[in-house]
């Protein structure tokens, strides 16, 4: 059985609505330390979408349930699932909300040039450190190697990734990573930089753009409110 949480994010309109119009056609499948659920969530706030949560937890094994299983048969989290379609990996359902929700704060920018910076950054995250770092990976290692083996494993590519970041960005930054609005490439690096930080406790001091990026993230409402800390299904006696 998945936990259900729901929660309502930035409702338009006023005055009293009906129930059936309270309930959000959205609904997203999460686990609260998931980065690449973070991602999703910091979409969908900032578009300013309502979703439904429904927690899935990752150490209980309940991704790999039947129930799950059908919605995603890789068994990972997110899954977005909006009427009749349903749609899984955070990329391509960043993508999806772009398409149908373009004008709710777009998450690409009209210069072909930097467009293309903030897929190369999106796609260093997702394809040559998130997967290198994630609970499956880990265990893996854990279970062929040895518990102390994680750590160096991860915080290994981590580094790698974040100095292959710093040189494709430095040219680039503004507020954000690709200027001053936040973009897809934000996206994708504040749930990584969270993690590299309160996971695996990195020594950002190499990496000052990233870090100055990190606390610009830290003062937008739509990241906050989707940081693993304050999701419903949170172990953290610090939730709120």
Avoid at 180 to 194: K, R
């Amino acid at each position: 059985m998945f936990l259900l949480h729901l929660t309502i994010r930035k409702a338009s309109g006023s005055g009293e609505k009906k129930e059936s119009e309270l309930k959000p056609e959205l609904k997203l499948y999460s686990y609260w330390r998931s980065s690449c659920s973070f991602r999703v969530r910091i979409a969908l706030n900032l578009k300013g979408l309502k979703y439904e949560y429904k927690a899935v937890n990752l150490l209980k094994g309940e991704q790999f349930s039947p129930e799950f299983t059908k919605l995603n048969p890789i068994g990972y989290v997110p899954v977005l699932v909006d009427g009749d379609l349903v749609l899984s990996d955070s990329f391509a359902i960043l993508l999806y909300l772009e398409e149908k929700y373009p004008h709710h704060h777009p998450l690409l920018p009209q210069d072909l040039h930097k467009k293309s910076i903030n897929f190369q950054a999106a796609n260093i995250v997702s394809s040559s450190i998130q997967p290198l770092q994630n609970l499956a990976t880990l265990k893996y290692i854990e279970e062929k190697f040895s518990p102390d083996k994680q750590l160096a494993f991860a915080k290994h590519h981590i580094e790698k990734g974040f100095v292959a970041l710093e040189r494709l960005l430095k040219d680039f930054t503004g507020r954000f990573a690709t200027g001053d609005e936040v973009f897809l490439a934000d996206l994708f690096l504040a749930p990584q930089i969270h993690s590299a930080i309160k996971r695996f406790k990195m020594d950002m001091t190499q990496f000052p753009v990233l870090s100055r990026l990190n606390e610009a993230y830290n003062k937008i409402p739509a990241f906050q409110d989707a940081m693993p800390e304050k999701q419903p299904d949170t172990p953290l006696t610090s939730a709120s």
